[in-house]
T-cell receptor, first 113, second 113 residues
């Protein structure tokens, strides 16, 4: 069964550094999403992406964050000037259409030191 | 953000019996609801969904019930199996937007052999 893949599974970065989290969505899916889950908290929506542009973003997704689909398969989340509070599990998801279920990857655990 | 609530952090059920997981929401604009299952170190796995035009959706051992007037949904698992032991998340979204999901805090289900 097709699945969403995320790399790396764990990323350790010094505070202030930039980090790029990578995702390969399911190949025939058109909508892409990033979520995060801080330890002990809910899974929170960050951003959705369709037709090579951001469809919607939460208030968490400020100028520190950006997303890109650099080619036909990858979908990336860039976090500039990382802060301690950016430490979380970051999940990528994709869906075939807007009203279809989202399928999630296994996440990247981001640890900011 | 308390738009989706799962008030029971944990539930224990004997193998073969019914598991009932509950979820409440406050936003009357939500019209699409999903249940996800999550094992440790994995991403959420889609289980079953329901749109607001229905009050029941069934898929094998899993049935989701929606009570719009009470803003309540439940997931029934019959019969429960030890492999069902996981954290279950309820999620909701609004059609017409980018379908970003609002998650509950999860219920940890333990099925006792």
């Amino acid at each position: 069964e097709p699945e969403v893949t995320q790399t790396p599974s764990h990323q350790v970065t010094q505070m202030g550094q930039e980090v790029i989290l990578r995702c390969v969505p399911i190949s025939n899916h058109l909508y892409f999403y990033w979520y995060r889950q801080i330890l002990g908290q809910k899974v929170e929506f960050l951003v959705s992406f369709y037709n090579n542009e951001i469809s919607e973003k939460s208030e968490i997704f400020d100028d520190q964050f950006s997303v890109e689909r650099p080619d036909g398969s990858n979908f990336t989340l860039k976090i500039r000037s990382t802060k301690l509070e950016d430490s979380a599990m970051y999940f990528c998801a994709s869906s075939k259409d807007r009203d279809q279920p989202q399928h999630f990857g296994d996440g990247t655990r981001l640890s900011i030191l | 953000d308390q738009q989706v609530k799962q008030n029971s952090p944990s539930l224990s059920v004997q193998e073969g019996r019914i598991s009932i997981l509950n979820c409440d929401y406050t936003n009357s604009m939500f019209d699409y609801f999903l249940w996800y299952k999550k094992y440790p170190a994995e991403g959420p796995t889609f289980l079953i969904s329901i749109s607001s035009i229905k009050d029941k959706n069934e898929d094998g051992r899993f049935t989701v019930f929606l009570n719009k007037s009470a803003k309540h949904l439940s997931l029934h698992i019959v019969p429960s199996q030890p492999g069902d032991s996981a954290v279950y998340f309820c999620a909701a979204s609004r059609f017409g937007g980018a379908n970003n999901l609002f998650f509950g805090t999860g219920t940890r289900l333990t099925v006792i052999p």
